[in-house]
């Protein structure tokens, strides 16, 4: 199992979003962990909870923009806490494109991700 302990394990689990290897992204990830995305009704967004949920969405994510990407990526892993920065692109079925800014805010445990919460720039699809 993967722990994050460095910025070089964030990037191979980024590296993992953008081969769309769900299995390989949920080994970062604690069984009962939280993730709040970046669009919901809630002041967190939406939230999903448990590792199986979350993969569900992950999957979603893709088949909604099979060539979503998370790219121009930095990272920061400090105790418990990490921080991704990067720029999400895809293009939905019809054709719109999401070009965004965002970060992510992790909190793990024992190099687990118990918590992730995303952030991203509020921007128009681009034709």
Known sequence: MPRITTPNDL??????????DVA???????????????AGPEVHGTRIEGSDAIAKAFEGVWTAMPDARWDHRDHLVQGDRAVSEWTFSGTAADGSRIEAQGADLFR??????????ALRKQRPPLA
Request: charged residues 25%.
């Open 108 to 117: 793990l445990k024992d190099g687990q991700i118990v918590h992730k919460q």
């Open 24 to 38: 390989a992204i949920m080994a970062f990830f604690d069984e009962n962990c939280v993730f709040d995305t970046v």
């Open 11 to 20: 990037a191979d689990l980024f590296d993992a979003f953008n081969r769309h």
